[in-house]
């Protein structure tokens, strides 16, 4: 079971009908972005390509992720690892902290779960280090369970979308109701969880950015109550 999450939020099941339509009749393409993470979806590379893209862009990622999988296949190979071997690898990225990360969760992968990345919602948030939003994205991209993700750009993307009032003003992607409306999202999407939650962010990342977001390109705009009535977000 994936959750618990409130999902009583009627514009998340509206965005995943509208999403799917776009798709269809326009056309979505996840992979068109050359991520590599994208085109090898396992459990642990989806785990790892998350951690390596946490305050670190995407472009600086892909200039090491391949490598880094090539040097550390699986995660008992990577828990057996050095620090050096990791640092010699990810120093373009910089924040040395996770090279702990990494081998931290790598170490309990290895004891707790025979060296693999369980496809369970409660078993990954028990690894530490592992929090909601990647646990979501292991689910979803790897295992093709409908499971929410919220990061600051989709939180950004259902505060101006729903202008619903939220707890967490200064940690939205935290707000359960936002998680509420990803879960409702996920949930009524028709097509494959994975396409789901890759539209939804790259919808944020491309269109509903921070700053002058381009509402005129997105396919959700004629429903958004942010591109209807523009507002400081």
């Known amino acids: 079971m994936v959750g618990p999450f409130n999902s009583s939020c009627p514009q998340g099941i509206q965005v995943a009908q509208l999403a799917w339509t776009y798709i269809h009749q326009v056309g979505y393409d ?18 790892v390509s998350e951690i390596l893209l946490k305050k670190t862009t995407a472009s600086q990622v892909r200039s090491v992720f391949l ?40 170490s309990v992968l290895c004891e707790k779960f025979k060296g693999s990345v369980p496809c369970d919602w409660k078993a990954l948030l028990s690894i530490p280090g ?52 990803s879960f409702a999202y996920i949930s009524a999407f028709p097509g494959p969880p994975s396409l789901g939650n890759y539209f939804l962010l790259d919808l944020s990342r491309e269109k509903c950015v921070a700053k002058r977001p381009f509402c005129s390109l997105c396919p959700l705009a004629r429903t958004c109550s942010w591109a209807r009535n523009p507002v400081s977000t």
Do not use: M, Q
């Open 30 to 47: 996840p992979f068109s972005l050359e991520f590599p993470w994208r085109f090898e979806r396992t459990p642990y590379t989806v785990l």
């Open 67 to 106: 490598d880094f999988i090539k040097k550390f296949p699986e995660p008992c190979i990577l828990a057996r690892s050095s620090e050096e071997e990791l640092w010699h690898i990810l120093r373009p990225l910089g924040l040395r902290r996770r090279i702990f990360e990494l081998i931290r969760i790598a």
């Open 130 to 181: 592992i929090g909601p939003y990647i646990a979501g994205a292991v689910l979803s991209f790897a295992c093709e369970l409908r499971a929410p993700i919220v990061d600051t750009g989709i939180a950004r993307f259902w505060v101006r979308y729903t202008a619903i009032p939220i707890r967490k003003r200064s940690s939205p992607h935290k707000d359960p109701v936002l998680w509420g409306c």
